[in-house]
């Protein structure tokens, strides 16, 4: 045991994800030898994620306003939402820059083990945007986007169940198949026989 | 990026050591769903270790007070200082349970091409506490234990050439050989060398 302030850091730094009691050692000792100026910027930065960071009113996403960045955009394309499960996942798509259109937060996956239900998620948030759309702007698809795994393919069916009798809207699920860069005699029987159901026709 | 307060949080934890940007963005979306009093806690412990903890007037190791709390502690023996290179060091000997004796932090080691030499690390406040000791108090033992590295070993011979000609002083090096537990054919030549030199008759 550390001397008090010393293991009340490590004690803290180490409920994190991703940090064990090692890890929050190692930062604790890097933070007691850096300037104290350093220790009240990250202090800062903690303080504003706790104040300032809300919910988008429209899709979910974490936002520091009411709107986030990607809602408040008319550039970006209002016929298409994309459904994820989490604010990370608005991440990892942006990053592809491939889409160009809104996203709907859903706040995690069915996972009736653990309590979460159809109410537990946005997903009545999710059909009233898709009913209260002004003319010309109607949305055109959704494109599920939940996680390749057990609960995010029941979420997958489950909105498909509800979003199919909405007239003029096509419900896509994103393409399972061998990731890129990989090497097809590593990959697992279920990615690879997915690969070979959704194949593509090239000639 | 994320929209301003938490892209600045992640950069923040991405400063610190062992966190890359992945790691940093796991922490971030952690404290996003925590409670605000949770975000309170790591806050309050960060303030405390930027302005209670000092170094001890007398080892150099980290503390909550002027004296730490080893030197402090009347029935840790005296005669004996365990020369570290840091306060994790410390710790490290702390947990074997091994050892009663006193600490001195140097706060480094001798490494020239990064600039520091004796004078940056503690040894003129060693060499201070082993001339002033009271009577009967006298140290009869320095383990030097620092890194088994090129500084580490640099800093040992060092600190052999300052301390052989105290009188009723014995300077000790903590033994090089095989990690317990280890594997023989695994051992590194460097290793598996001082393990044989070092060799110690059974019988």
Do not use: W
Request: with cysteine; glycine share 8%.
């Amino acid at each position: 045991m550390y001397e008090g302030p010393i293991q009340d850091l490590i004690d803290e730094l180490a409920k994190q994800p991703g940090l064990g009691p090692k890890g929050a050692q190692r930062i604790a000792f890097h933070l007691l030898a850096v300037e104290s100026k350093d220790i009240d910027r990250l202090i800062a930065a903690l303080a504003r994620v706790r104040d300032d960071v809300t919910y988008c009113a429209e899709c979910g996403n974490v936002s520091a306003n009411a709107l986030c960045r990607i809602c408040s955009d008319a550039r970006r394309d209002a016929t298409k939402i994309c459904v994820v499960e989490e604010p990370k996942d608005v991440h990892a798509i942006e990053r592809t820059k491939e889409f160009n259109g809104r996203y709907h937060v859903l706040g995690g996956a069915l996972d009736p083990l653990s309590g979460i239900g159809p109410d537990q998620l946005r997903i009545r948030e999710l059909l009233k945007r898709l009913a209260t759309q002004e003319d010309g702007n109607d949305v055109t698809e959704v494109i599920v986007a939940t996680d390749p795994n057990t609960e995010g393919e029941a979420t997958a069916t489950y909105l498909l169940r509800m979003l199919k009798d909405f007239p003029g809207l096509s419900v896509t699920r994103l393409a399972s198949g061998l990731p890129m860069g990989g090497d097809l005699e590593f990959a697992d029987e279920l990615t690879l026989g997915r690969a070979l159901s959704g194949r593509r026709i090239l000639a």
